[in-house]
């Protein structure tokens, strides 16, 4: 599952989540049509339309033996949301399988594949941030660690606050932009006085918040998508 | 309608609040200390994730038989020579009060810190028949004497300096003075012992309504509740009817998360248990008693979405730990509770229409439930208010139409894709180097303080093909 | 004004309109407190020594201050010792009867200005006078009913002889307590709450129980620590070796 704002703003991520796991021997497959899992209608109170969403959504994933999701709210929304906004018994039951079936990345990797030795696709020193959808409703916190740690060719260190959210918050980030910046500058306060040389995330929504202050205010600290700092194999094992 | 809705709008609010330095300043520290002292009193205390459930499981079982128990709790007061009275609205519980005040013949009245009370507005009513209403917890005082209202939960003048009490004191006591907290306490003692000393009545709230025993139950740290409940000649409690509990063995369990989530501390200083007015001899205590119930809005939860709002114990956790909180703090959200839970609150108290901007004065992200000694699923309410607004039509007509025409396109591919190939065209001269520093309309609002990146020139979908073909190989 | 009936129509009409909802329990009573608290007060005199230890470091760190001596005789030279260090003049004490030893008669040959509590109701003036000694007293000097060793928190009953105001007017407030009142824990202490509301309360019984967990506090002020708002500026627990004869809640 690609979402939204992977597919629109980040498909270079897409790409090298491919790769990834295409070296280690994954087959990966991309159902056509996909367009978003609904969350941003679901936050906001649009139920009715967010339901038809997922159900179109359960559809395109019906045959999928497992679905990795480079969002951790994305993910969230399939496992936990998806089966309380079906209202017919049959499709309520074919979003709990595909709930069950559903991994963040940093999931998949760790804790299905058993995979937590990378090469770092780019060096330096990687500080970590917490989304909350992933943190607080998927209640994983240690996955990315370990990937990050075990990296060979940078260094990891942890970041205070880490827990904190980025303000990003979906429509939260324009429905109240001022208070939005207010808590992704102390976010990303914290961030630069680590010494960093890029945070991490498992999040698209976090990455534009984080990305889109850092570059408005001429940081050399970048934002970055977990799988853009895990080097793909060359060639399956 | 309990409380008028404010003057200005929220986001206007939001934005005063976060231009006030000194107020960034003291809610950072403010906010940061509670959320350490709380983490720290939890690590070392391994059975609480069992009590959290269990607290959640005791106000659950309550509700489910909330008659039951309010009777019980009604009976054992009067059986201990109390008298209950029940309110309905806001206008009915200050009424009852004003008639025990007139009735009395009070003319002072000296009040422990009480959100129920805060609530009902009850100290402009008691001003307006003619009976001075004294708040004693320390800063209650200092905003009572401000004239302004709350801004924490717990610590309602979080906002003020030390200087700033020092002028207030000053100006308001008359009494010179320096800005050191020591000798501003000082002064408060002083000044407040004597109305303790003097007061015809005594107002409280009450934290727990023990049906068992007919035992009302306050927390607090300075003493005031104790002054309240014992030396005036008439007590009374007004008491939220979501607050009654069913035994003694249930209020432990209460007393051993409450202070913990609040302030780190494994008790507050007083846990002041009041079983009816005075008895047995003693020196001092209330000739009468007085339980004032209030509905106010809580009645129609047992059955509304806002049921699991109905546990909530007043710690103040989630303020704390709220980033949206931590940034403009309590005024600014407009009604008498403020924070994630103030959201829901303010929701039972005035209907949905009144939380139409507040109930998306949040990112959703949950520390909020994390901290909650009871668990209340706060995010998952806001989203149930957020969808009440938008299924009731109350929202504005452009949000409207925005997301009608995003749940559209999110439907249906053909769509979706011919957005992105627009979207892709019309950005371009917005578009500097790999980022867009400003657009027009819709994601003004965004770009006024963060780049946006730009539609990629093929989305991830418009390149699977070549990268299908490159997994085949 | 709604009557208690119309209000519980509306509580009912609502709770009838709620869905189904798993059934939750709330906590199980001991169905005869008094009697396991019998059980409970036996097994705990055999682990006194290890509550006490733990009761002294938990009060500690609240901010109380901890005296331990071996008799009655020693605990009335502790009171006095805390008033003269502290430049006390006047004190009010529990009577007697509730204390478990007389603290007014070596105080007074010291010097002080010692009151105790009358043992049984007295008229509306006296207590006016009674009320005003108290306020005007540096020293209050009280038993507690329950020392609990989780928190360090002293529980004192109300009632005749037993004055809420000696432990909450004074600027100074000293507990002497022995041995029986330790228990463990909050569970415990929970216990105990039900065992004393359970049947009739005895006749000299007051209607109010304070947790005392340390001296009066606030950090209202820019969150800055004092002491001594309303209530006692300091705490002092006197532990006595030997026991204390005295009326038990």
């Given at each position: 599952m690609?979402?939204?704002?992977?597919?629109?703003?980040?498909?270079?991520?897409?790409?090298?989540?491919?790769?990834?796991?295409?070296?280690?021997?994954?087959?990966?497959?991309?159902?056509?049509?996909?367009?978003?899992?609904?969350?941003?209608?679901?936050n906001?109170?649009?139920?009715?339309?967010?339901?038809?969403?997922?159900?179109?959504?359960?559809?395109?994933?019906?045959?999928?033996?497992?679905?990795?999701?480079?969002?951790?709210?994305?993910?969230?929304?399939?496992?936990?949301?998806?089966?309380?906004?079906?209202t017919?018994?049959?499709?309520r039951?074919?979003?709990?399988?595909?709930?069950?079936?559903?991994?963040?990345?940093?999931?998949?990797?760790?804790?299905?594949?058993?995979?937590?030795?990378?090469?770092?696709?780019?060096?330096?020193?990687?500080?970590y941030?917490?989304?909350?959808?992933?943190?607080?409703g998927?209640?994983?916190?240690?996955?990315?660690?370990?990937?990050?740690?075990?990296?060979?060719?940078?260094?990891?260190?942890?970041?205070?606050?880490?827990?904190?959210?980025?303000?990003?918050?979906?429509?939260?980030?324009v429905?109240?932009?001022?208070?939005s910046?207010?808590?992704?500058?102390?976010?990303?306060?914290?961030?630069?006085?680590?010494?960093?040389?890029?945070?991490?995330?498992?999040?698209?929504?976090?990455?534009?918040?984080?990305?889109?202050?850092?570059?408005?205010?001429?940081?050399?600290?970048?934002?970055?998508?977990?799988?853009?700092?895990?080097?793909?194999?060359?060639?399956?094992? | 309608?309990?409380?008028?809705?404010?003057?200005?709008?929220?986001?206007?609010?939001?934005?005063?609040?976060?231009?006030?330095?000194?107020?960034?300043?003291?809610?950072?520290i403010?906010?940061?200390?509670?959320?350490?002292?709380?983490?720290?009193?939890?690590?070392?205390?391994?059975?609480?994730?069992?009590?959290?459930?269990?607290?959640?499981?005791?106000?659950?079982?309550?509700?489910?038989?909330?008659?039951?128990?309010?009777?019980?709790?009604?009976?054992?007061?009067?059986?201990?020579?109390?008298?209950?009275?029940?309110?309905?609205?806001?206008?009915?519980?200050?009424?009852?009060?004003?008639?025990?005040?007139?009735r009395?013949g009070?003319?002072?009245?000296?009040?422990?810190?009480?959100?129920?009370?805060?609530?009902?507005?009850?100290?402009?009513?008691?001003?307006?028949?003619?009976?001075?209403?004294?708040?004693?917890?320390?800063g209650?005082?200092?905003?009572?004497?401000?004239?302004?209202?709350?801004?924490?939960?717990?610590?309602?003048?979080?906002?003020?300096?030390?200087?700033?009490?020092?002028?207030?004191?000053?100006?308001?006591?008359?009494?010179?003075?320096?800005?050191?907290?020591?000798?501003?306490?000082?002064?408060?003692?002083?000044?407040?012992?004597?109305?303790?000393?003097?007061a015809?009545?005594?107002?409280?709230?009450?934290?727990?309504?023990?049906?068992?025993?007919?035992?009302?139950?306050?927390?607090?740290?300075?003493?005031?509740?104790?002054?309240?409940?014992?030396?005036?000649?008439?007590?009374?409690?007004v008491?939220?009817?979501?607050?009654?509990?069913?035994?003694?063995?249930d209020?432990?369990?209460?007393?051993?998360?409450?202070?913990?989530?609040?302030?780190?501390?494994?008790?507050?200083v007083?846990?002041?248990?009041?079983?009816?007015?005075?008895?047995?001899?003693?020196?001092?205590?209330?000739?009468?008693?007085?339980?004032?119930?209030?509905?106010?809005?809580?009645?129609?939860?047992i059955?509304?979405?806002?049921?699991?709002?109905?546990?909530?114990?007043?710690?103040?956790?989630?303020?704390?730990?709220?980033?949206?909180?931590?940034?403009?703090?309590?005024?600014?959200?407009?009604?008498?509770?403020?924070?994630?839970?103030?959201?829901?609150?303010?929701?039972?108290?005035?209907?949905?229409?009144?939380?139409?901007?507040?109930?998306?004065?949040?990112?959703?992200?949950?520390?909020?439930?994390?901290?909650?000694p009871?668990?209340?699923?706060?995010?998952?309410?806001?989203?149930?208010?957020?969808?009440?607004?938008?299924?009731?039509?109350?929202?504005?007509?452009?949000?409207?139409?925005?997301?009608?025409?995003?749940?559209?396109?999110?439907?249906?591919?053909?769509?979706?894709?011919?957005?992105?190939?627009?979207?892709?065209?019309?950005?371009?001269?917005?578009?500097?180097?790999?980022?867009?520093?400003?657009?027009?309309?819709?994601?003004?609002?965004?770009?006024?303080?963060?780049?946006?990146?730009?539609?990629?020139?093929?989305?991830?979908?418009?390149?699977?093909?070549?990268?299908?073909?490159?997994?085949?190989? | 004004?709604?009557?208690?009936?119309?209000?519980?129509?509306?509580?009912?009409?609502?709770?009838?309109?709620?869905?189904?909802?798993?059934?939750?329990?709330?906590?199980?009573r001991?169905?005869?407190?008094?009697?396991?608290?019998?059980?409970?007060?036996?097994?705990?005199?055999?682990?006194?020594?290890?509550?006490?230890?733990?009761?002294?470091?938990?009060?500690?760190?609240?901010?109380?201050?901890?005296?331990?001596?071996?008799?009655?005789?020693?605990?009335?030279?502790?009171?006095?010792?805390?008033?003269?260090e502290?430049?006390?003049?006047?004190?009010?004490?529990?009577?007697?009867?509730?204390?478990?030893?007389?603290?007014?008669?070596?105080?007074?040959?010291?010097?002080?200005?010692?009151?105790?509590?009358?043992?049984?109701?007295?008229?509306?003036?006296?207590?006016?006078?009674?009320?005003?000694?108290a306020?005007?007293?540096?020293?209050?000097?009280?038993?507690?009913?329950?020392?609990?060793?989780?928190?360090?928190?002293?529980?004192v009953?109300?009632g005749?002889?037993?004055?809420?105001?000696?432990?909450?007017?004074?600027?100074?407030?000293?507990?002497?307590?022995?041995r029986?009142?330790?228990?463990?824990?909050?569970?415990?202490?929970?216990?105990?709450?039900?065992?004393?509301?359970?049947?009739?309360?005895?006749?000299?019984?007051?209607?109010?129980?304070?947790?005392?967990?340390?001296?009066?506090?606030?950090?209202?002020?820019?969150?800055?620590?004092?002491?001594?708002?309303?209530?006692?500026?300091?705490?002092?627990?006197?532990?006595?070796?030997?026991?204390?004869?005295?009326?038990?809640?």
């Amino acid at each position: 599952m690609v979402t939204c704002l992977g597919d629109v703003f980040y498909p270079e991520v897409g790409e090298k989540i491919v790769r990834l796991l295409r070296g280690l021997g994954v087959t990966v497959e991309f159902p056509a049509g996909q367009t978003c899992c609904g969350l941003p209608l679901f936050n906001s109170g649009y139920h009715a339309a967010a339901a038809a969403v997922a159900r179109r959504t359960i559809g395109l994933f019906r045959d999928a033996e497992q679905v990795v999701v480079p969002s951790g709210s994305c993910a969230w929304m399939v496992k936990h949301e998806y089966p309380g906004l079906m209202t017919d018994p049959a499709d309520r039951t074919a979003a709990e399988r595909l709930a069950g079936r559903t991994h963040e990345l940093s999931q998949f990797l760790v804790r299905r594949l058993g995979r937590r030795r990378f090469r770092s696709a780019v060096g330096g020193r990687l500080t970590y941030h917490d989304s909350c959808h992933l943190l607080r409703g998927l209640h994983e916190s240690e996955s990315p660690r370990a990937l990050l740690r075990d990296l060979s060719g940078s260094q990891f260190v942890e970041l205070p606050g880490s827990d904190e959210c980025c303000g990003f918050g979906g429509s939260f980030a324009v429905r109240l932009p001022e208070v939005s910046t207010a808590i992704l500058d102390k976010k990303l306060a914290s961030v630069e006085a680590t010494g960093a040389d890029a945070v991490v995330a498992c999040d698209a929504g976090c990455l534009m918040q984080m990305r889109g202050g850092l570059s408005r205010r001429g940081s050399r600290v970048r934002a970055l998508h977990l799988a853009e700092v895990l080097a793909p194999e060359e060639t399956p094992r | 309608m309990s409380e008028s809705e404010p003057a200005t709008p929220f986001r206007e609010r939001a934005g005063q609040a976060l231009r006030d330095s000194f107020l960034q300043e003291a809610l950072t520290i403010a906010t940061t200390k509670f959320i350490g002292l709380r983490r720290e009193a939890f690590d070392e205390f391994p059975e609480g994730e069992a009590l959290r459930d269990r607290a959640r499981e005791i106000k659950e079982a309550t509700l489910q038989r909330l008659d039951h128990y309010l009777d019980r709790l009604i009976d054992n007061v009067e059986r201990r020579g109390g008298h209950v009275h029940y309110a309905t609205t806001s206008e009915e519980a200050r009424g009852i009060v004003l008639d025990i005040a007139r009735r009395t013949g009070a003319r002072t009245a000296v009040k422990s810190k009480s959100m129920a009370t805060e609530e009902i507005h009850l100290n402009d009513a008691l001003e307006a028949a003619g009976v001075t209403p004294i708040e004693t917890d320390l800063g209650e005082y200092i905003i009572q004497l401000a004239h302004e209202r709350p801004s924490h939960i717990i610590a309602p003048a979080i906002h003020k300096t030390k200087g700033q009490v020092a002028e207030l004191f000053a100006r308001e006591l008359k009494r010179e003075t320096v800005a050191d907290p020591e000798v501003l306490t000082r002064i408060a003692r002083e000044e407040l012992r004597e109305k303790f000393l003097q007061a015809d009545l005594g107002i409280s709230g009450a934290n727990f309504g023990v049906a068992d025993t007919g035992t009302i139950v306050l927390v607090t740290n300075e003493g005031n509740g104790r002054m309240v409940t014992s030396l005036p000649r008439v007590h009374v409690a007004v008491m939220g009817v979501e607050k009654v509990i069913p035994s003694m063995t249930d209020l432990a369990v209460f007393l051993a998360i409450l202070a913990k989530s609040a302030t780190g501390q494994k008790l507050s200083v007083y846990t002041s248990l009041v079983d009816g007015p005075r008895r047995g001899g003693e020196l001092e205590g209330p000739e009468e008693f007085h339980l004032v119930l209030l509905d106010n809005g809580r009645i129609r939860q047992i059955a509304g979405p806002l049921r699991e709002a109905l546990s909530c114990l007043r710690c103040g956790a989630c303020l704390n730990v709220c980033p949206v909180y931590r940034q403009i703090g309590g005024h600014a959200y407009g009604y008498t509770y403020p924070g994630p839970i103030g959201i829901l609150l303010t929701a039972m108290l005035n209907g949905t229409e009144s939380v139409k901007d507040l109930a998306h004065a949040s990112s959703l992200c949950g520390a909020c439930l994390e901290a909650c000694p009871v668990r209340i699923d706060i995010p998952r309410m806001l989203i149930e208010l957020r969808k009440d607004v938008s299924e009731r039509r109350i929202a504005p007509w452009s949000e409207r139409v925005v997301f009608g025409a995003l749940g559209r396109l999110l439907q249906h591919p053909a769509l979706y894709r011919v957005a992105a190939r627009l979207a892709r065209l019309v950005q371009r001269p917005f578009v500097r180097g790999d980022v867009i520093r400003r657009v027009p309309l819709v994601f003004s609002d965004w770009t006024r303080t963060r780049d946006l990146p730009p539609i990629a020139a093929r989305t991830f979908q418009e390149r699977w093909a070549e990268l299908e073909r490159a997994g085949r190989r | 004004m709604t009557s208690r009936a119309e209000f519980f129509d509306r509580i009912r009409a609502e709770m009838g309109r709620t869905r189904e909802l798993a059934p939750m329990a709330p906590s199980v009573r001991p169905a005869r407190p008094r009697e396991r608290l019998d059980v409970l007060r036996r097994e705990l005199s055999e682990r006194w020594r290890e509550n006490l230890q733990r009761f002294q470091h938990e009060f500690e760190r609240v901010g109380g201050v901890f005296h331990r001596v071996p008799d009655v005789r020693e605990a009335s030279e502790a009171v006095a010792r805390i008033a003269s260090e502290r430049g006390v003049r006047r004190v009010v004490a529990w009577h007697a009867g509730a204390l478990g030893l007389d603290v007014v008669a070596p105080l007074t040959t010291r010097g002080f200005e010692a009151v105790a509590a009358p043992d049984a109701e007295v008229a509306g003036n006296e207590r006016e006078r009674r009320r005003a000694l108290a306020a005007a007293a540096d020293l209050g000097v009280t038993g507690a009913d329950l020392a609990v060793a989780e928190t360090g928190s002293l529980v004192v009953v109300s009632g005749a002889g037993r004055p809420r105001s000696a432990s909450l007017l004074p600027a100074c407030h000293v507990a002497v307590f022995d041995r029986e009142v330790l228990v463990e824990s909050l569970v415990q202490a929970g216990l105990v709450l039900e065992a004393w509301h359970d049947g009739t309360a005895p006749p000299w019984r007051g209607a109010s129980i304070n947790v005392i967990t340390g001296p009066s506090r606030t950090a209202d002020i820019e969150l800055t620590l004092t002491r001594g708002v309303h209530g006692p500026r300091e705490v002092h627990a006197v532990f006595v070796e030997q026991g204390l004869a005295l009326r038990r809640v």
